[in-house]
């Protein structure tokens, strides 16, 4: 019977013991809290309020029931918007933007802006077939401006051909009037001599 009582005896020491133990565990527990990466903790104290100072990624202590903490998460986040709008031409255009943005303590308003991209924009088809024909309309104008730029250099040739000939008809005369028809029958000479050579490679 006394190791009966001895053994309960134990038991009862170690169940209180377990007991503390657990208790003890279950108040360190709860006076613990983690702030994982990409996070910030912002502590409200219930006697001083909230504290300025934030607290970095980690595992932290804290006063049970006197301090709670507010965990935010500061990672850059992506907000997209999209709008359908009209022009003052009252064409519609869809537009979609991504904002990257991240939590932060800004003077005015708690918001650092990274990043703020395009990334759709379309019109209408009104405003797309509009466009499109501007682009014919304009290549058009420049086909047409390639033409009569054209036409002039070749009225200038013919021109400028004409007065060549006109000089030199010209200079033949003189050539004659001052030398006699020494140098017509030249050239007729230089002539036959081209028909006799162009004759023997036919």
Known sequence: MGSNQASVSFLTNLARGAFSLGACATVLNASMYTVDGGERAVIFDRLRGVLDKTVEEGTHFLVQWLQKPFIYDIRMKPHMFSSISGTKDLHIVN??????SKP????DFNIELVDVAILHL????????AAEQKQVAQQEAERSS???????QERCVVVIRAEGESEAAKLISEATATAGMGLIKLRRIEASRELRSSGDEI
Do not use: I
């Open 122 to 129: 379309s019109y209408g088809a009104e405003f797309s077939r």
């Open 104 to 107: 932060k303590h800004a003077r």
């Open 146 to 152: 390639y033409v009569v730029m054209k036409a002039d």
């Open 95 to 100: 537009l979609t933007l991504r904002v990257l």
